[in-house]
Nanobody
Framework: QVQLVESGGGLVQPGESLKLSCVTSGSKFMFDVMGWYRQAPGKEREMVATITRGANRNYSDSVRDRFTISRGNALNTVHLQMNGLKAEDTAVYFC?????????????WGQGTQVTVAS
């Protein structure tokens, strides 16, 4: 059974940094796409950043130039370096993997980690 586990969330002040990590267990193949999504209270879940098997990156406009997504050395590990955090970045951050294994489409989510930016 595939499991994604996020870590690294916490409470920081505006302008500070955090690094989130997502570790996967139960998978023996590289996911096509891994990404970070977030959901703030009362809002829809939104894409923050994604990275493909070929290391192509995509960012939401709200985090471009502040956040960096990268794959870790271990299989299906992904990080999110968040710099210059703002109050509006406060949300639960979820790790997601997706793609196709043959004709089978897969999508896995982690449980989320809370990021709170407040002075």
């Amino acid at each position: 059974q595939v499991q994604l586990v996020e870590s690294g969330g916490g409470l920081v002040q505006p302008g500070e940094s955090l690094k989130l990590s997502c570790v996967t267990s139960g998978s023996k193949f590289m996911f096509d796409v891994m990404g970070w999504y977030r959901q703030a209270p009362g809002k829809e879940r939104e894409m923050v950043a994604t990275i493909t098997r070929g290391a192509n990156r995509n960012y939401s406009d709200s985090v471009r130039d502040r956040f960096t997504i990268s794959r870790g050395n271990a299989l299906n590990t992904v990080h999110l370096q968040m710099n210059g955090l703002k109050a509006e970045d406060t949300a639960v951050y979820f790790c997601k993997s997706s793609g196709y294994y043959g004709k089978y489409e897969y999508e896995y989510w982690g449980q989320g980690t809370q990021v709170t930016v407040a002075s």
